[in-house]
């Protein structure tokens, strides 16, 4: 076999994975020549021979040590099946693979297969609140990567008891020891296997049977005396008479219940509904008889309807509760004669009902304004043929819009499929403009004073499939915003069914036409310069504001040490920025090292640079106080130094949704995780969670409830890891507080403030950046942080706890949790006794 005369060299051999060996040229001893790498004949890359070599450079006498390679194979090839490993120096001659005994080359590939053999990295928190938690990620040796979504199983007492996926998020295993944050896993123990005693649980990742860290545990799985007794009774129960089913159920049924989500809203909304129902009658027990109700107009167009649907469309009507009502029932064209039969028959049986026949077809708006034109009532309800209406829903929005200043009223809704389910609520923020310019989100139930739909105007034919959308945008340009009243109760069923839009959106794909027509319109109206476009094909509308390049901003980000993180964050944002007017002021919270000397050097050179040094211990707070006080920009963009922004437009995306209106005090972005899981698209506050991120570890992609997590939106708070504060309305409200909140909650406060004072805030969902959440500084989880932070959580507690605007997020419904799973998790149905001592609470407080 030919070999080459100008380079020689050695291949070592090939251990896990790992090609190691040595190549020098000829003719330039001094100079590390490179090889050709080829795998199963095809070359994958190439390699420099600069490795040092102590062992070669003795032998052969040479003037340099740096003769040496090593390489790590592909992991395309390490998947345990054979392949071919051959190298070749520059002039493609083969390097030997393989030596005889004399020391002749006698190969030039060699074959090898290798298969990663995993490590693991674990741990078993514990059972604690009803569930057993831990974590665990396997680690390749060969790259050190940590991944997680490893397969779990779990024995009791010897038997095996579950398996499962460790997928869950665990932003603290990701902070402590790296890696895919997806890692943890969480198992309920059911009600039918509890038991008392102690109970030993063990877990191994499968199929590689290793035991986790931690394990195995020995617990008690009963949290109270009273469950532990009902289990103990179970047990004789069942054990001496398991022919009685009657008692073993009647105990089941004593155990704790899980809570509702929305996987399984059914069972919340027959909960719901009675709870509902027996609120209502207690408050009208309270009015009286000498209430006085106002007349309700009910509009209905309809147009060839199903006739089920429309008979209990009617029928929900003719039940409602509240009784000074008019159906105006609007046959558009009167097409069908068992339509107008069954009208002419519902008319006959109730005076209330008034039938108005069109002599044509003039569509849904068209039809709809026949209906107010003729209506007589105080207020306008709209309604579809085919829908339904709680029995309460006039009541209860005739009740709201009297107890308050509203001129405008909707509720929330879900729908009802062919079967009687309930499924898909739509349970909404109160008032939401931005999020309104998005999407139609509040729909129905719609109840307007017939005097504002005068003076606004009549539904536009123009935009048929979205004429509602284009009533309410008209509606906010003349009644105050302040007097739009969101009544956060279910009263509203949309039909689903196969032809309904409810179901598919491409029944009507006019619609999206319209929509866009609408909100631009709409914005036109009021003076704005901006590009409206349906997302991704559908009723949802992104709104692109007219980038202002006069306004300035000026950067703060806060770093400690942790150079390579810092410098990648402000190189991204010094090189991929379109933006011209902004400049960076880097907070150096006394660096120790020399490479952050260098850095700051190095970095002031640019004149848009210049490095506040603050020799005191970490206060995030005072950190960025210091450095706005410097500032005499229009805005302040409050950055950590580990998020990394790519789209060179992001500057000029926040600061037009910021100037979009004088109101609007502070911007936030939608921030993701390295993986590309959804770290941050708003703040949710309450009593109970506190402050949680909304939409956490959703995939990137995916819309979030009712497209929260695509569209833009009013927030209650967003996070200060990536936030546009405007300088003035930042200085009004004196900033961050650094005394009580000098790490965490400091943003959320600072969002609060900004609320209370009546500014805005918006989660700007085209903003976009990686954020590796907790690099800098860690999680607020270890253990030296818990007393400071407990005591941060008490200072927001104390100064906002009592407050509406965090009793009651007005961003976030009522009936979601925060301190579970945000938009999921719903809280259990409240009813009236219950919610006369809420009331009661509240007026004592």
Not at 512 to 520: H, K, N, P, T
Not at 702 to 708: E, F, L, N, Q, T
Request: charged share 25%; hydrophobic share 40%.
């Amino acid at each position: 076999m030919p070999l080459s005369n100008r380079f020689t060299g050695h291949f070592d051999g090939l251990v896990d994975g790992m090609a190691r060996g040595w190549a020098i040229d000829g003719l330039h001893h001094t100079t590390p020549t490179w090889l050709h790498v080829l795998i199963d004949g095809q070359e994958v890359g190439r390699i420099e021979c600069n490795a040092p070599r102590n062992d070669v450079q003795e032998a052969g006498g040479l003037q340099t040590n740096r003769v040496g390679f090593e390489f790590a194979l592909p992991d395309t090839f390490v998947d345990g099946q054979p392949h071919t490993l051959s190298l070749r120096f520059p002039d493609r001659l083969p390097l030997p693979m393989e030596l005889t005994s004399d020391g002749t080359p006698s190969a030039t590939e060699i074959t090898f297969t290798v298969r990663t053999v995993y490590q693991f990295n674990s741990y078993v928190d514990g059972y604690k609140h009803g569930a057993l938690r831990g974590w665990v990620q396997r680690i390749n040796p060969r790259t050190g990567e940590r991944t997680g979504g490893c397969e779990i199983a779990v024995t009791m007492d010897g038997v095996r008891f579950t398996q499962c996926r460790a997928d869950r998020y665990r932003g603290d295993v990701a902070a402590a020891v790296g890696g895919d944050p997806n890692c943890g896993f969480e198992i309920r123990i059911p009600p039918q296997r509890k038991r008392t005693g102690q109970v030993t649980f063990r877990f191994t990742v499968v199929p590689d049977d290793v035991e986790l860290d931690g394990g195995p545990i020995v617990t008690s799985i009963v949290e109270d005396a009273l469950e532990g007794k009902l289990l103990d009774l179970t047990s004789t129960v069942e054990r001496l008479h398991r022919e009685i089913k009657t008692l073993r159920s009647a105990l089941v049924d004593l155990l704790p219940t899980p809570g509702f989500t929305l996987g399984d809203y059914d069972r919340w909304a027959r909960q719901y509904y009675p709870a509902l129902r027996e609120r209502v009658a207690a408050e009208r027990a309270l009015r009286g008889p000498s209430y006085n109700e106002p007349l309700v107009s009910v509009i209905c167009p309809t147009y060839k309807p199903e006739m089920p649907d429309f008979t209990a469309a009617v029928d929900s009507v003719l039940n409602q509760t509240y009784r000074n009502w008019e159906l105006l029932i609007v046959d558009d064209g009167g097409k069908c004669p068992a339509t107008a039969a069954r009208i002419k028959a519902y008319s006959e049986q109730d005076s209330r009902i008034r039938p108005i026949t069109l002599k044509k077809n003039v569509g849904i708006a068209g039809a709809t304004n026949a209906g107010i034109e003729a209506a007589k009532g105080e207020w306008i309800a709209f309604f579809d043929h085919d829908d339904l209406l709680v029995d309460v829903a006039l009541e209860v929005m005739i009740a709201r819009a009297k107890a308050s200043h509203a001129e405008v009223l909707y509720s929330d809704e879900d729908k009802i499929d062919q079967a009687g389910y309930f499924l898909e609520p739509n349970l909404k923020p109160d008032f939401n403009y931005r999020y309104l310019l998005g999407c139609n989100y509040i729909c129905h139930l719609l109840v307007v004073r017939r005097d504002v739909l005068d003076r606004t105007g009549a539904l536009a034919t123009r935009y048929d499939g979205a004429q509602d959308h284009d009533l309410i945008l008209r509606l906010t340009e003349t009644v105050p915003h302040d007097r739009i009243l969101h009544v956060p109760e279910v009263l509203y069923h949309w039909r689903k069914t196969a032809n309904s839009t409810a179901v598919r959106v491409d029944n009507k794909t006019y619609a999206i036409d319209s929509g866009i027509r609408a909100v631009g319109d709409h914005l036109k109206r009021l003076g704005h310069k901006a590009k409206v476009s349906s997302i991704r094909g559908l009723t949802l509308y992104h709104v692109g504001w007219a980038p202002d390049p006069r306004a300035s901003v000026t950067i703060i980000i806060p770093f400690k040490d942790q150079i390579e993180t810092t410098r990648e964050c402000v190189e991204r944002v010094l090189t991929k920025t379109k933006h011209k007017k902004f400049d960076v002021i880097l907070v150096d919270n006394w660096s120790v090292t020399q490479e952050a000397r260098d850095f700051c050097a190095l970095i002031e050179r640019d004149p848009r640079v210049s490095v506040l040094r603050v020799e005191e211990d970490f206060n995030f707070s005072r950190l960025n106080n210091l450095a706005a006080v410097r500032s005499t920009s229009d805005f302040l963009f409050f950055m950590n130094n580990d998020l990394f922004v790519d789209d060179p437009n992001w500057l000029s995306i926040v600061i037009a949704e910021a100037q979009s209106d004088p109101n609007i005090a502070a911007v936030g972005g939608k921030f993701f995780y390295p993986n590309g899981m959804i770290q941050h698209v708003g703040v949710a506050v309450g009593p109970a969670g506190i402050a949680a991120h909304v939409h956490r570890g959703l995939p990137d992609g995916d819309y979030g409830y009712i497209g929260r997590a695509v569209l833009s939106h009013d927030v209650t708070a967003v996070t200060a890891a990536g936030m546009l504060v405007r300088r003035a309305c930042f200085e009004a409200v004196g900033g961050f507080d650094e005394k009580s909140l000098t790490v965490a909650y400091n943003d959320v406060d600072l969002c609060l403030k900004l609320r209370s004072k009546g500014w805005r805030i918006i989660q700007c969902n085209e903003f976009t950046a990686v954020h590796h959440e907790s690099l800098s500084r860690g999680s607020d989880d270890r253990p030296e942080h818990e007393a400071r932070f407990f005591r941060e959580t008490q200072a927001l507690l104390d100064r906002w706890g009592q407050t509406d605007l965090f009793r009651r997020d007005p961003a976030y419904s009522p009936h979601f949790t925060v301190d579970l799973q945000t938009f999921y998790d719903l809280t259990p149905p409240v009813r009236a006794a219950a919610a006369a001592d809420i009331e009661m609470t509240r007026a004592t407080s």
